[in-house]
């Protein structure tokens, strides 16, 4: 669970100035780098081993 506002704006979601869901996209966006941080660290994965194997596409 995120709890971040969305394009539907339920009754008691967190509140934000942010137009349709760019605050829960950003807070996910957060959430999931936590979750690769955590796998990484846990799998020895460090920055210089991933960035040899990730797909260049810039």
Do not use: C, W
């Not at 137009?19 to 994965?45: C, E, M, N």
Request: hydrophobic share 45%; charged share 20%.
């Amino acid at each position: 669970m995120i709890p971040a506002a969305t394009k539907y704006r339920r009754p008691g979601e967190a509140a934000s100035i942010q137009p349709l869901s760019s605050l829960f996209d950003q807070a996910t966006h957060i959430a999931l780098d936590v979750v690769a941080l955590r796998l990484a660290g846990l799998l020895s994965v460090y920055n210089e081993t991933a960035r040899k194997a990730h797909a260049n596409t810039e």
